[in-house]
Nanobody, 126 residues
């Protein structure tokens, strides 16, 4: 089973920067899409940024020009560099990774996975 661990959240003043990291471990065979989502109190979880295996990126309009997503395939990691942070960026940030994993539970020995991290709090003060 694939596990994701996130780190890098915290408290920062408006205008500051933070870098989130997410590491995948377990029986990972291939990694396809990787992304970051966030959920603010009372709101639905929303996509912040995503990156494909080929390196194509997609950003929410609210973070374009301020956030940068990147990945290290060899380390099975995805990063989110957040600059010019605003109080509206305050939320719990979750990483999401999709790919294939080795599994003895299926006849083919390989199955798709869609895993989520436990979330890391980002708080931006005024």
């Amino acid at each position: 089973q694939v596990q994701l661990v996130e780190f890098g959240g915290g408290l920062v003043q408006a205008g500051g920067s933070l870098r989130l990291s997410c590491a995948a471990s377990g029986s990972v065979l291939t990694i396809n899409a990787m992304g970051w989502y966030r959920q603010a109190p009372g709101k639905q979880r929303e996509l912040v940024a995503a990156i494909t295996s080929g390196g194509s990126t997609n950003y929410a309009d609210a973070v374009k020009g301020r956030f940068t997503i990147s990945r290290d395939n060899a380390k099975k990691m995805v990063y989110l560099q957040m600059n010019s942070l605003k109080p509206d960026d305050t939320a719990v940030y979750y990483c999401n990774v999709r790919g294939t994993e080795l599994s003895s539970a299926v006849p083919a020995g390989v199955r798709d996975f869609d895993s989520w991290g436990q979330g890391t709090q980002v708080t931006v003060s005024t």
